[in-house]
């Protein structure tokens, strides 16, 4: 099976979504659903994907279990739940509970958007992560090099527990590389609990002045630090549209893996998803 670890649907039309306020995001300001993504799926080869959250609220989780029940190519619904709130553990249940809720097999939160760096080590946030991984669910950490030092101490701190770090940590492309996050990325991957996906990249280099070749010095450092077992393909649509189309994502990311030998791009365009999310 092939999967894409790591895409997104939303409508601006029916929800607020903060961090598309920014005029440069005009172009992905619209409706992106099942249909639209089915398709180009079809056309790249991939079989299966994880579905995201994007904004926090209960009910786009709610939604997305549901667009998992009816659409099985949603293999995995990485979904908001406040990690704060004290009654998470029976939150967590419910949503469970519910049609396609055998598919929630993560939660994330929009880290870096947060004022304080430390806020994945504040005392209710550690323990709304133990509600999560006493449900076997996995975390997706969405952080910036700002919040890898709290994201290091807190995979430290649950070191039986699943972490998956998204689009690498998010690396300065297109001002350059940073010792900053090349030593975090390294010291976050010798955690051995967490897995690194290989998406978002391309948005994070000039829009309309990259390829692969500029992307591939930092698959190639994250290939190093966590190896061939804990790297994970995402394509990050309809938010990669921004920089190109889901084939030009697709292609670019194959290139940089094969060219760190096929086992490297075979496990990560899906034994590696499947292990990371617990995939039936």
Known sequence: MIIDGHQHFWDPARADYPWMEADELGPIRRA????????????????????????????????????????????????????????????????????????????????????????????????????????????????????????????????????????????????????????????????????CKISGLATEAVWNDWDADRLFPFVEHAARCFGEDRLIYGSDWPVCLLAGGYGEIKSALEACLARLGPRVRDKAFGVNAKAAYRLG
């Open 32 to 195: 992106f659903g099942p249909a639209d993504l089915a398709p180009l799926m079809k056309a790249n080869g991939i079989d299966a994907s994880i579905l995201v959250q994007c904004r926090s609220a209960l009910e786009e989780t709610e939604q997305f279990l549901h667009i998992a029940h009816e659409n099985p190519f949603v293999v995995g619904v990485v979904g908001w739940a406040d990690l704060a709130d004290g009654a998470l553990d029976e939150t967590l249940d419910r949503l469970r509970a519910l049609p396609g809720g055998g598919r929630l097999v993560g939660i994330r939160h929009q880290v870096h958007d947060e004022a304080d760096p430390d806020w994945l080590l504040r005392e209710d946030v550690q323990r709304g992560l133990t509600a999560v991984f006493t449900r076997d669910l996995a975390y997706d950490l969405l952080v910036r090099t700002r919040e890898l030092p709290a994201a290091i101490s807190t995979a430290q701190a649950f070191p039986q527990a699943r972490f998956v770090l998204d689009h690498a940590a998010k690396p300065p492309i297109a001002d350059g590389a940073s010792a900053e996050w090349t030593d975090g990325i390294a010291a976050l991957a010798a955690c051995g609990n967490v897995w």
